[in-house]
């Protein structure tokens, strides 16, 4: 489990009544949305917000695979941390890692996510390597360099 | 309350489990989910495929106003028959009325809806006169013409 | 229209990419999950948190009745701000006005909303006489008292 | 890739406007709102219908861990064929497969779902191991008994 000082990106996020189901939590899928507001702030945060600094440079982004991992559930009303890093720096893909905690019990994430983004030519939709500037913003962002770790290949 | 028999276009929906809330029911703004399935069956049934067909004659639709009334609840797995139909042709919009009935169950609606459409061109969205293209496939397809009655003014 | 400035309570919300449908515009039924959040905080604001407080004096509150005006578009990444207040007071009901402004542009709403909300016995879920507790509460947090206009009955 | 003839469970899902972004294809998280559409079903197939089956025999089912592969994109108004089975059998736990695919098109799979299902006491939600009627039911549905492959321990 990566552990809540790992991510430098942590974006407060209040659970919403219509995202609960009928078992008190919320619906599985539900995180998928939590991760994607997180993985915008992240790349606004970078400097790069989507989809506009991303057209700039010729790129668009795919989930290639995602992961998603229940260890506790998230109620109603609950003030999460939802909380993202880039995992993984790929030939054309990243990881994307995402945990979630609640507000003031940040020793163990509720949910943890992975999402593998493929970057491509908006037009095309064609597989392409990450482009360099995208590279150099994500390595000036993250506390460690992503880089050391084994580099995803997604093509 | 439009009656089941006034509505010519029938759609089997049967409630998933994400869309139903803490209550116990659907929670209140899915059912407008259901309104844009049934418009969408409608817009396929009057020979009209949405987007295709409305872009080939230069238009598009958007939604100016919704109305829902919630008379009684749909809950998990209820097999609905989600009833659409035309209930008022304007100049520039039409008024598109749905019923939502628990199969079986047809004489009184659990929630209905209206929702008024602009027709509007597609490049500036600027509203523009219905199309008379569209105007004859809805004539065609209800019942009785909807045209009698008062024409909506949505300008 | 109701005034930006008659509203006591604001509440900031970023339009969601997941939200956004292919018009380029927030799907014309997640405007009602923002007018659920506004409630949500409305609760919170008069002190009656939802749904903990309403079950203390044996209350819960149904949708009986939503209307949406589309007046212009909310896109990708707006900041919004969702502002909610009590615009009449019934005897078993209320009516919730929602105005959505893009931050920064208070002039106008992009949407305004308005929901009527029955009280209902929790358990029996028939309608009940609103706890004065609660009117109580929003008599006092709203600016100027809504009892003086004209009461909906929504029985 | 599970091939389509390895699924007896096989659903039918039109794509609605509302599950599409801005990308022209469903959200991603949006799949996991159909693997549940699927779970459902498959319940209802073996006999035993969620949740009525389940609380008579004392169980219920959360998701442990849920996996999605995006192979190919579904787009608006796709027909597509949502197919289930249970993969592995543990003894908490089952895991439960999903392919999605275009209608006539069964040759590949656009998304590839793994859904990680652990058996539940529903008072307490204490891990119990998987009721043997439930284990029964889908050996007998499934074409050739899950037990065979690796059981997996979600404990």
Not at 36 to 49: F, H, K, L, N, Q
Not at 102 to 123: H, K, M, Q
Not at 131 to 145: G, M, N, V
Request: proline fraction near 6%; hydrophobic fraction near 35%; charged fraction near 25%.
């Amino acid at each position: 489990m990566t552990p809540y000082e790992k991510y430098r990106l942590r974006i407060p996020l209040r659970v919403r009544w219509a995202e609960v189901d009928l078992q008190g939590v919320v619906f599985n899928g539900n995180y998928l949305t939590y991760c994607d507001v997180c993985v915008t702030e992240y790349w606004r945060a970078i400097g790069m917000p989507y989809p506009a600094a991303f057209l700039e440079i010729g790129s668009d982004m795919f989930v290639r695979k995602a992961t998603l991992e229940y260890h506790a559930a998230a109620v109603f009303d609950d003030e999460l941390e939802v909380c993202g890093r880039t995992g993984r720096l790929g030939r054309t893909s990243l990881v994307f890692q995402v945990g979630m905690f609640r507000r003031g019990s940040t020793d163990s994430a509720l949910i943890e996510g992975e999402l593998v983004y493929v970057n491509v030519d908006p037009s095309t939709r064609a597989t392409r390597p990450l482009p360099e500037a995208l590279r150099q913003r994500i390595r000036e962002f993250e506390p460690r360099s992503p880089e050391g770790e084994r580099a995803h290949d997604a093509s």
